[in-house]
């Protein structure tokens, strides 16, 4: 069994930081791609940002610049350091992760957290 769990949200103004955190915690042996999504009400579920095992990173175009995705592996922990935000980048933020919690590729897990709240707001 593995969980996420999300912290680091809150409320923000326009311009602020945030740096968002997903805890892995479980039976883990190995978690493989990575990554933040976000879904704003009304919209559809977008990828924000993702890192591989080995550091490789993408981000959404709307993000690129301001956020930064990394992760300790030791640790199983992943953050999203968010700068210069937007009012557009209020929603809710998910992690996910794609988890070994064996040595056997029959143990593959995709694995979501509950997702923490992030609003820009003045």
């Known amino acids: 069994q593995v969980q996420l769990v999300e912290s680091g949200g809150g409320l923000v103004q326009p311009g602020g930081s945030l740096r968002l955190s997903c805890a892995a915690s479980?039976?883990?042996?190995?978690?493989?791609?990575m990554g933040w999504y976000r879904r704003a009400p009304g919209k559809q579920r977008e990828l924000v940002a993702g890192i591989t095992s080995g550091g490789t990173t993408n981000y959404a175009d709307s993000v690129k610049g301001r956020f930064t995705i990394f992760r300790n592996n030791a640790k199983n922990t992943m953050y999203l350091q968010m700068n210069s935000l937007k009012p557009e980048d209020t929603a809710v933020y998910y992690c996910?992760?794609?988890?070994?919690?064996?040595?056997?590729?029959?143990?593959?897990?995709?694995?979501w957290g509950q997702g923490t709240q992030v609003t820009v707001s003045s």
């Open positions: 996910n992760a794609d988890v070994l919690e064996s040595k056997w590729l029959t143990s593959r897990r995709e694995v």
């Open positions: 479980g039976n883990i042996f190995r978690i493989n791609v």
